[in-house]
């Protein structure tokens, strides 16, 4: 039974190797190490003891994990988004004009084209919002757009809830990568405090981000839909938005084709010169 119970810890992790090939080709003295561990297993078993029989089926599979999971595939976790804590600037507190605070949100795509802005103020008990759409990546142009007061009720609850998870939001972790997706941006001007709080919250719901995740829904709550600034779909933004770059980039390949296209008549001309100048002396 020892014997047995040593060899099914390698057989275990034989078929793991199979699995995962480009993974083991530096690990192959971890095999031995849960022959070992069987053999001293196999040596306490007692065939009379029922928990050891349970053992037999569990230790192995329990050894292969601790082993992957803490030598191949250590899990390594990345800090998500950023938040950016700051005093507000002087020239900040001088335009805030009696508000209390205010809080900006962008949501656009992974190119940061695509961008719908929203700002919403608070004086005293009163709301007050702006909105504002850019289709390619260019500056924001919300400060030309007018504010308005925020009459609905649900929507300044959600505003009041959305400042306290700013404040309150703490850093998050995340193991997997998002190679696109969207960006959401926010930010916290608290002018009684003196303080801002500015917060990347990008591709949060790909990861499964909780904290993020409700401040990305109490965002969308007060963002318009994108059918109210406009008519086309992602994919005709995307591609008005790569018109000018597909045009540049047409340019320098243009460019590049005509200096090959000089040098090449320039080494023509000399090698024809030299020709020349050989049969002369000849």
Same mark, same amino acid.
């Given at each position: 039974?020892?014997?047995?119970?040593?060899?099914?810890?390698?057989?275990?992790?034989?078929?793991?190797?199979?699995?995962?090939?480009?993974?083991?080709?530096?690990?192959?003295?971890?095999?031995?190490?849960?022959?070992?561990?069987?053999?001293?297993?196999?040596?306490?078993?007692?065939?009379?003891?029922?928990?050891?029989?349970?053992?037999?089926?569990?230790?192995?599979?329990?050894?292969?994990?601790?082993?992957?999971?803490?030598?191949?595939?250590?899990?390594?976790?990345?800090?998500?988004?950023?938040?950016?804590?700051?005093?507000?600037?002087?020239?900040?507190?001088?335009?805030?004009?009696?508000?209390?605070?205010?809080?900006?949100?962008?949501?656009?795509?992974?190119?940061?084209?695509?961008?719908?802005?929203?700002?919403?103020?608070?004086?005293?008990?009163?709301?007050?919002?702006?909105?504002?759409?850019?289709?390619?990546?260019?500056?924001?142009?919300?400060?030309?757009?007018?504010? +308005?007061?925020?009459?609905?009720?649900?929507?300044?609850?959600?505003?009041?809830? &959305?400042? %306290? @998870?700013? =404040? /309150?939001?703490?850093?998050?972790?995340?193991?997997?990568?998002?190679?696109?997706?969207?960006?959401?941006?926010?930010?916290?001007?608290?002018?009684?405090?003196?303080?801002?709080?500015?917060?990347?919250?990008?591709?949060?719901?790909?990861?499964?981000?909780?904290?993020?995740?409700?401040?990305?829904?109490?965002?969308?709550?007060?963002?318009?839909?994108?059918?109210?600034?406009?008519?086309?779909?992602?994919?005709?933004?995307?591609?008005?938005?790569?018109?000018?770059?597909?045009?540049?980039?047409?340019?320098?390949?243009?460019?590049?084709?005509?200096?090959?296209? +000089?040098?090449?008549?320039?080494?023509?001309?000399?090698?024809?010169?030299?020709? &020349?100048? %050989? @049969?002369? =002396? /000849?």
């Amino acid at each position: 039974m020892w014997l047995a119970v040593a060899y099914i810890f390698p057989a275990v992790l034989l078929v793991g190797f199979s699995l995962t090939q480009t993974l083991f080709t530096n690990h192959c003295v971890l095999v031995f190490i849960p022959y070992f561990v069987g053999m001293a297993l196999g040596n306490m078993f007692n065939a009379s003891k029922k928990l050891h029989w349970v053992l037999v089926p569990i230790m192995p599979l329990l050894t292969y994990s601790v082993i992957v999971f803490a030598f191949i595939y250590p899990p390594v976790f990345y800090p998500f988004g950023e938040i950016v804590d700051e005093p507000l600037q002087n020239d900040e507190l001088q335009v805030a004009q009696n508000v209390d605070y205010e809080i900006e949100m962008v949501h656009e795509d992974a190119w940061w084209n695509d961008s719908r802005i929203v700002a919403i103020r608070t004086r005293n008990d009163s709301v007050f919002y702006r909105a504002a759409y850019r289709m390619c990546r260019v500056e924001s142009n919300i400060d030309s757009t007018q504010w +308005l007061p925020l009459n609905s009720e649900k929507a300044s609850n959600v505003v009041e809830s &959305l400042k %306290n @998870s700013i =404040e /309150k939001y703490e850093q998050e972790y995340y193991s997997d990568e998002v190679w696109d997706g969207y960006s959401l941006r926010v930010s916290l001007k608290d002018y009684k405090r003196k303080i801002s709080r500015r917060l990347d919250l990008s591709n949060a719901s790909a990861l499964g981000l909780r904290g993020a995740m409700a401040i990305e829904k109490m965002v969308l709550d007060l963002i318009p839909p994108r059918e109210i600034f406009t008519t086309l779909s992602y994919d005709e933004v995307a591609e008005k938005c790569n018109e000018p770059r597909n045009a540049f980039a047409d340019s320098v390949m243009l460019d590049r084709q005509n200096n090959t296209d +000089l040098e090449q008549v320039k080494d023509s001309k000399q090698k024809d010169s030299l020709e &020349l100048n %050989n @049969s002369e =002396e /000849k």
